[in-house]
RNA sequence: GGAGAGAUGGCCGAGUGGUCGAAGGCGCUCCCCUGCUAAGGGAGUAUACGGGCUUAAACCUGUAUCGAGGGUUCGAAUCCCUCUCUCUCCGCCA
């Protein structure tokens, strides 16, 4: 959510930054209910007042033993107009919040302009892709041969988009999770947090995906009037965790990770990558978040994104870094890093983690502060990044790492998390 | 699932219809005292939003907020209704 004193004070220039990123602004809508909240507020803050003064004197009065019917019918007919002028204002505020909660974060000054994912900028590429000297298969064709990976038993279980893992490759995608735990935790200094996978719609606010995007979340009926949303990424619940709180300067930097499964309905992106793991409504990921005070969260960002390639880097995977331009950033950032890493069956690089700073974009909106020096409650600073998505890493390691037999090596640094098997070979 | 108790500021805790945004304590900030430390004395210390003033802050002023929402009333932390959450006991369960 955007401080709407900025709306008020700079709404033509918010409105040109906006359009940076593709969003139309309704300016014209926002000044209509702008003014009309202005006039009805003042109006109702008056009545208000006016009752509030007059209570108070039939109290003295009557604590005086003195007669109140003067003051009493002076008040009376006070009652119908403050009550509708209290609803207008309800109704308006709920509509100005409305417009607020669907208004998309303001790129920083940084992030290049551009429309489309065409328009990323490549910020560094590291590794070199391996050349092959036989034909390479898609993780899809390796995972089936070596009969480890299951989509159409997925299909009848589930349907479309999801996947059955088995044996070794089972094994190296739970591998893969605790090696990226145990890296940003030994290393990198996160708090290792388990979460609810479930959470309410608040909390779904609260990061931003609530309400624009309803239709990208699977959710469960909880009761009759309340839903529960399965989460599309950990960064939901984990953020969350500072919602309605004020943190103690000395607290931050608050840094978390946490290995969750992730779920995600991708409405809309029917035909795109229908084949194997790589977009499926369920998949794990180790995600990284940080809370931080608002000066340092630009350096911040800088390292979690470090701490996200560190992982390529031991896996041996060859990735390249893309700023985001402000066409394809999501709703909530203000700036965004995409890793992308090399998928040789599909010649090019598949976006592997995304490392966002929301700056207070969603603490605004979760009420998530820290006390300043001057030991005032202000806004923090949300980030998070994938460190990494599991699933994708797992096709990345399948792909890179295959051999002409069919069987795939496994990168040295999962090897003890896999009793020492260098191999992923044919399993019965 | 059954029975009971509860939810008040950063924390603890008082407050059952009126000058209550809320006693008292702790914590914190500033000042005084003290050779240092400890102890002591004094003052201050919620948040959000509106309006005024302003480059901004500070400041002044108003409104709202005592788990959430609704109701009664001139007036609600206090009374009524609904909901949520927490705790205790019982049952069940991994």
Same mark, same amino acid.
């Given at each position: 959510m955007l401080d709407i004193q900025l709306l008020r004070n700079d709404l033509e220039g918010?409105?040109?930054?906006?359009?940076?990123?593709?969003f139309e602004l309704d300016v014209a809508r926002f000044q209509e209910?702008?003014?009309?909240?202005?006039?009805?507020?003042?109006r109702t803050q008056e009545l208000q007042a006016k009752r509030n003064q007059s209570s108070k004197q039939i109290g003295i009065a009557k604590s005086k033993g003195e007669d109140v019917a003067a003051i009493m019918a002076e008040v009376a007919n006070l009652g119908d107009e403050l009550k509708a002028a209290e609803?207008?204002?309800?109704?308006?505020?709920?509509?100005?919040?409305?417009?607020?909660?669907?208004?998309p974060n303001l790129p920083h000054e940084?992030?290049?302009?551009?429309?489309?994912?065409?328009?990323?900028?490549?910020?560094?590429?590291?590794?070199?892709?391996?050349?092959?000297?036989?034909a390479v298969k898609d993780h899809v064709d390796?995972?089936?041969?070596?009969? $480890?990976? =299951?989509?159409?038993?997925? *299909?009848? &279980?589930?349907?479309?988009?999801? !996947?059955?893992?088995?044996?070794?490759?089972?094994?190296?995608?739970?591998?893969?999770?605790?090696?990226?735990?145990?890296?940003?935790?030994?290393?990198h200094g996160y708090t290792e947090v388990y979460v609810p996978y479930l959470v309410n719609a608040e909390s779904m606010r609260g990061t931003g995906q609530l309400p624009k995007f309803e239709a990208d979340l699977f959710s469960v009926q909880k009761n009759e009037n309340e839903k529960l949303y399965l989460i599309p990424t950990a960064e939901v619940p984990v953020t969350n965790i500072v919602r309605d709180a004020i943190i103690a300067a000395e607290d931050l930097p608050l840094k978390f990770v946490s290995h969750t499964?992730?779920?995600?309905?991708?409405?809309?992106?029917?035909?795109?990558?229908?084949?194997?793991?790589?977009?499926?409504? $369920?998949? =794990?990921?180790?995600?990284? *978040?940080? &809370?931080?005070?608002?000066?340092? !969260?630009?350096?911040a960002l800088e390292t979690?994104?470090?701490?996200?390639?560190?992982?390529?880097?031991?896996?041996?995977?060859?990735?390249?870094?893309?700023?985001?331009?402000?066409?394809?950033?999501?709703?909530?950032?203000?700036?965004?890093?995409?890793?992308?890493?090399?998928?040789?069956?599909?010649?090019?690089?598949?976006e592997i983690s995304s490392c966002s700073n929301f700056e207070a974009f969603q603490a605004r909106r979760m009420q998530a502060r820290y006390r300043n020096?001057?030991?005032?409650?202000?806004?923090?600073?949300?980030?998070?990044?994938?460190?990494?998505?599991?699933?994708?890493?797992?096709?990345?390691?399948?792909?890179?790492?295959?051999?002409?037999?069919?069987?795939?090596?496994?990168?040295?640094?999962?090897?003890?998390?896999?009793?020492?098997?260098?191999n992923i070979t044919l399993e019965d």
């Open positions: 918010t409105a040109q930054r906006l359009k940076g990123r593709g209910l702008e003014q009309e909240r202005k006039g009805v507020q003042m609803e207008k204002l309800a109704y308006i505020q709920s509509h100005l919040n409305d417009l607020l909660m669907t208004i940084s992030v290049p302009l551009g429309k489309s994912e065409e328009d990323n900028v490549e910020v560094r590429r590291v590794g070199t892709p391996r050349t092959f000297d036989f390796l995972g089936e041969s070596l009969k $480890q990976l =299951d989509f159409e038993t997925a *299909v009848k &279980i589930s349907g479309a988009r999801f !996947s059955v893992m088995k044996g070794q490759l089972a094994r190296l995608h739970r591998a893969l999770a605790q090696f990226m735990l145990d890296t940003h935790t030994a290393e499964p992730c779920f995600r309905s991708e409405a809309g992106s029917y035909g795109r990558d229908t084949r194997g793991m790589i977009r499926q409504h $369920q998949f =794990d990921k180790v995600e990284l *978040v940080q &809370i931080v005070a608002p000066e340092q !969260s630009y350096a979690l994104l470090g701490h996200a390639e560190t992982i390529l880097k031991k896996l041996e995977l060859p990735y390249r870094v893309m700023a985001l331009c402000s066409g394809d950033m999501g709703f909530s950032a203000a700036k965004t890093y995409d890793i992308e890493v090399w998928l040789p069956a599909q010649n090019t690089y598949r020096e001057k030991n005032k409650p202000e806004l923090a600073h949300t980030l998070n990044g994938s460190g990494l998505a599991v699933g994708r890493t797992l096709v990345a390691i399948l792909e890179n790492y295959q051999n002409a037999d069919g069987s795939v090596a496994i990168p040295a640094a999962l090897r003890p998390y896999m009793g020492g098997m260098e």
